[in-house]
């Protein structure tokens, strides 16, 4: 893949798994390319295939906001920043890049501006990312190994100011210390919904214990009120009987003195 800038001619070659960027060519800044240069060398760009199963190893996004304020409707110059919030946001993982020392050192005037602006807000995240290092300038019986420098993590961002600052890594989680907090929360919630569950399972089995107790009860209060109309029944009889013993005992009497008053 084939990228033009106003100053450089960058040449990136994607092989495998590994990017590789060759040595470009630095132009002078007080020449500019006309159109049908650039039209020539256009023809080399080439798009990267669509291929959704692979994950980009480089993302750029760029934010341009308008600011509301009184200034809006008046514009002092062409390039009035004061008016817009810019942020440039770009992450680069898992690319392995091989390049020449004087191609670092061409770095410095590609970024070097002709008409001085404000500086632009920016956020890098670089993971994963494998750089060797090679010493073209020197000798050409000299040899030197190359410098290999690997990057894990790394977080650098630039104000509006110009400060360039490396933050921690741990800035890759910004909401890190509120992910744990709701992980704590989470667990906790979990743990008192099991509690409550237990309770819940315990009363459950309480009241279908409650429940056959009631019926036992409800059984043995209808066998006592049987036994009880039972009871009642048996007290007539006797009651009945009694009165019958007392007839025939009362009638023999009778009987008996009828009896010694006729002899």
Not at 74 to 97: C, G, K, P, V, Y
Not at 134 to 140: L, N
Request: with cysteine; glycine share 2%; net charge negative.
């Amino acid at each position: 893949m084939t990228f033009y800038y106003p100053t450089i001619l960058l040449h990136y070659y994607f092989e495998e798994n590994s990017v590789i960027l060759c040595c470009f060519l630095p132009f002078s800044k007080k020449h500019y390319y006309s159109q049908n240069k650039f039209n020539t060398r256009s023809r080399g760009w080439t798009e990267v295939c669509d291929q959704p199963s692979l994950k980009p190893k480089i993302k750029i996004r760029k934010e341009h906001d308008v600011v509301n304020t009184p200034e809006a409707d008046t514009w002092t110059s062409i390039r009035n920043h004061s008016l817009f919030n810019d942020m440039l946001t770009a992450a680069l993982a898992n690319i392995d890049l091989t390049l020449n020392a004087s191609t670092l050192a061409s770095f410095a005037e590609f970024f070097v501006d002709d008409i001085a602006s404000p500086p632009l807000p920016l956020k890098v995240e670089l993971e994963k990312i494998a750089i060797s290092l090679v010493d073209d300038k020197t000798e050409s019986n000299a040899v030197n190994s190359p410098v290999n420098l690997n990057i894990s993590r790394l977080y650098i961002s630039r104000s509006k100011d110009g400060i360039v600052n490396i933050d921690p890594s741990n800035l890759s989680t910004p909401n890190a210390s509120s992910i744990n907090q709701e992980t704590v929360d989470l667990k906790q919630e979990n743990e008192q919904l099991r509690r409550r569950l237990a309770a819940t399972e315990r009363l459950t089995e309480e009241n279908h214990r409650l429940r056959k107790c009631e019926e036992e009860a409800q059984e043995l209060r209808s066998c006592l009120n049987d036994a009880q109309d039972t009871l009642t029944n048996l007290l007539h009889e006797k009651e009945s009987l009694l009165e019958i013993i007392r007839n025939f005992q009362n009638n023999k009497s009778d009987r008996k003195q009828q009896s010694s008053g006729k002899r």
